[in-house]
């Protein structure tokens, strides 16, 4: 009998040895991933401390206060605390159980034999993890545990560079508001000099109208930019976790942004995305829930224990009591509900294979948007430039026509053209200014910037 229990177990750990096998990340292809953005140097913006990248003061304070105060944030790091308290009850499941249970009675028979029993018993309970039952658990509780801190770093990347786009987009809008309102005023004044030139005979009434109704143009498109920037304030206050209220800030100006831009080799998005890190660390949680579900297939060794005080002796009472000890050993093998135990397997397959696409599926995307940031910067980086020489071309124009309308045959026509032609450069260079800078910032998150001090080098 005892030869056929070995024979048995032999075979069954000869025929589970998928329930042993650790984890190991499946062969993946980066070659191309960045598409024209390929490069060999393995220098990353991503791995660059972000009080690097984002050097206005102003925004350093915001972005601090926002990994303070977020409520995203917050709950993230709650979430990655019940993980590891999961993960301590899954090691804690490989030590016995203890349970104390003393029990005392007391029978009288016609009033007058009283019986006093009781038992002061210390049980305990163990279970043999032969078959990595309880491994494979705490594994894949270590897996959601490693993800769930990935999940906080992807919530940390995503503040830092939420809170810099929308300070950025607010200096935008404040420069293209100074530059409107600047243009009102210099338009009013415009209307006021026509009006004068009307009455001196030197002007029509439709070229009043004309300046007019652009003066009214750009003073309601003045209002609309004064009403999107209140909403940009109230967007960032909302990710700072705090109510509506002024926000110090700089100019657009005034920012610098990093001189050499790379993005390092592709495979540094496996260790750099935080994303790409939580969409394997799922791929593992899925291969040790298969491994978890395959080891129920196999029997459960449990090992049990008593050892106490009692004065029951069998059908004797004896005082004092005796010293009580048993020791129970037990092998549950699944027979009737073996078939829903392989029906598991089946599924938590079928779950590991979804796991491995998503995987596949986080590091194409991420590679993805690493190209678009990176043409994004590049297209309006040189698209500032050109619109950098076009304002300074219009102004010129600006001024010659003034020149030739005051003292030659130019219309007020083709000055008021030339103004029109002004203030859209001026807000089209302010426009790609930002998407320079909004370049920079998505690129640094596509190569998973933003990580704790702590978490660089694991």
Known sequence: MKKLVILCLAAALCS?????????????????????????????????????????PHLQSLIEKALEQNTDLKSAQLNVKASEAALKS???SYLPSFNLGPQG???SFDNRYTTKVYNVALTANWQVDIFNKLTNAKRKSKAVYEASKE??????SQVITGVANLYYTLLMVDAQYEVSKETADKWKESVEAMKAMKEAGMANEAAV???EGTYYSILASTNEIEDKRLQVRNALCTLLAQTPQEIERGTLDEQVMPANITVGVPLQLLSNRPDVRAAEFSLMQAYYATAEARSSLYPSINLSG??????????AIVNPGKMLLSAVGSVLMPIFNAGANRARVKIMKAQQEQALLSFQQALLNAGAEVNNSMAQYQSAHERTMIHSRQVEALERAVESTKLLMNYGPTTYLEVLTAEQSLLAARLNHIATRFDEIQGVVNLYTALGGGREIEYEGK
């Open 16 to 56: 589970s040895c998928g329930i042993y096998k650790k984890y190991s990340r499946p062969e993946v292809q980066t070659d191309g991933l960045y598409g024209e953005a390929q490069t060999a140097d393995t220098l990353s913006l991503g791995d660059v401390n972000w009080k690097e990248i984002f050097t206005d």
């Open 90 to 92: 899954a090691r804690l």
């Open 105 to 107: 009675s007391i029978t």
């Open 209 to 211: 109208a004309q300046y």
């Open 306 to 315: 008593t050892l106490g005080w009692t004065n029951s002796g069998g059908g």
């Open 151 to 156: 999940y906080r770093q992807a919530v940390r």
